[in-house]
């Protein structure tokens, strides 16, 4: 499903002509990107040399970057107005959240 939301190609060409599908990609680069992993912590769960690892991860990376990066860099200025955090932090707090500074979470529409 997160392959999907993120619009992940069906498989990635990295540059030293590997390939690997969508869910491979994703599954390396959500490892690297876990606390305290290393390449090194990845050889026996994936079976790849580390240049390979590297590659593939930044390659998965750069393409959701490229696609979704906008969605970091522009910031909605109506919405995320920082005088209205505390309204979205004390509205979401009252309902029993954990989090006393969570203004926001993920949403996937079930269409």
């Keep these: 499903m997160l392959a999907d939301a993120l619009r992940l190609p069906d498989s990635f060409h990295c540059n030293q002509r590997t390939t ?9 680069l959500l490892r ?12 026996a769960r994936f079976g790849r040399p580390f240049p390979e690892l590297s590659t593939k991860s930044n390659t998965v990376m750069n393409y959701i970057y490229d696609l979704h990066g906008h969605k970091l860099c522009q910031w909605n200025h109506d919405i995320l107005n920082p005088r209205y955090f505390d309204t979205y932090t004390n509205a979401i707090s009252n ?3 954990a989090l006393q500074n969570c203004f926001g979470f993920i949403y996937r529409r079930n269409d």
């Design 32 to 43: 690297r990107m876990s606390f305290s992993c290393r390449y090194s912590d990845m050889l």
């Design 95 to 97: 309902k029993g959240a």
């Design 20 to 28: 690997d599908d969508k869910l491979e990609g994703l599954c390396i």
